[in-house]
């Protein structure tokens, strides 16, 4: 159950005086004008009401009828309902959560960057070894990777993230579906 603000200090709060008569607390209503005061606030249950205009309610109405806000808007002005403990909780364990996915995203764009980076220049170097036309057929099969891993490399060193991920994305379908 959500607890509300006490009647007393919200209605104080206000710039309302209320005296203290008993065990209620009284005041000049702030809802009509008058001489004497009508307005009566009982701490106990949390209520408060006017003899001269028939005004009553909690403190929830009684912010929407001093303030002139609907139920909603008085909540917001009370802070009730703000702040639940439970998905708080919920909503800093799903950031943690997306930071930790971002992170391990941002790591595989590294690695893999790296390894195409790496066998690229293996490749050029390889390339330049080739004296025969042996040499050149023992690495042909590498020829038809080489603008795969160009396209990749560019990707993954560009600003595009959608990119990156439709890469990422790709990969992890290949992994699964057991063609690497």
Known sequence: MISKPDVIETIQGEGIPLRQRGSSFWALCPFHSEKTPSFKVDPEKQLYFCFGCG??????????????????????????GRTCPSRDKQKIKLKKYKRALIQEFNEWCRAYFNDLADSYRTLQEVKLMC???????????????????????????????????????????EVKNGKI
Do not use: P
């Open 55 to 80: 005004a009553h309610g909690d403190v929830i109405d009684f912010v929407m009828k001093y303030k002139r806000l609907d139920f909603k808007a008085a909540c917001g002005f009370l802070k009730i």
């Open 131 to 173: 004296r025969t036309v042996e040499d050149v057929e023992g690495i042909s099969g590498f020829y038809h990777d080489e603008n795969t891993w160009l396209q990749h490399i560019e990707i993954l060193s560009g600003r595009d993230e959608r990119a990156k991920f439709e890469l990422f994305s790709r990969g992890n379908l």
